[in-house]
């Protein structure tokens, strides 16, 4: 079982920057994948990034790519998400999940992520 809970939401300017963390209980949290995951309103949940077990692979949505940057401290249990040149276009509920049955490589499919957070807001103002 995986707990998972997002923090560092806030409301930020066009080319501001915010870094999401995402703390993790429950144990082997370095032997599994992680991701974070965006939902705007009225459109559905899409892939933001995702890290491999040891943080030695990551992977971006192509429009993130560049500005934002996937991280993981295996000593604390935390996946971060660092953001910057933010858009208004990136305003949305950003959720951190974790994927157990995978770990040398991270996948980019919803489908595949078995634990999820509640979520954080981020909202960017033009």
């Known amino acids: 079982q995986v707990q998972l809970m997002e923090s560092g939401g806030g409301l930020v300017q066009a080319g501001g920057s915010l870094r999401l963390s995402c703390a993790a209980s429950?144990?082997?949290?370095?032997?599994?994948?992680l991701a974070w995951f965006r939902q705007a309103p009225g459109k559905e949940r899409e892939f933001v990034a995702a890290v491999n077990f040891n943080g030695d692979l990551t992977y971006y949505a192509e429009d993130v790519k560049g500005r934002f940057s996937i991280s993981r401290d295996n000593t604390k249990n935390t996946v971060y998400l660092q953001m910057n040149s933010l858009k208004p276009e990136d305003t949305a509920v950003y959720s951190c999940?974790?994927?157990?049955?995978?770990?040398?490589?991270?996948?980019?499919?919803?489908?595949?992520?078995?634990?999820w957070g509640q979520g954080t807001q981020v909202t960017v103002s033009s």
């Open positions: 999940a974790a994927d157990v049955n995978h770990y040398i490589v991270a996948t980019t499919s919803e489908s595949d992520y078995d634990y």
């Open positions: 429950g144990s082997n949290f370095g032997r599994y994948t």
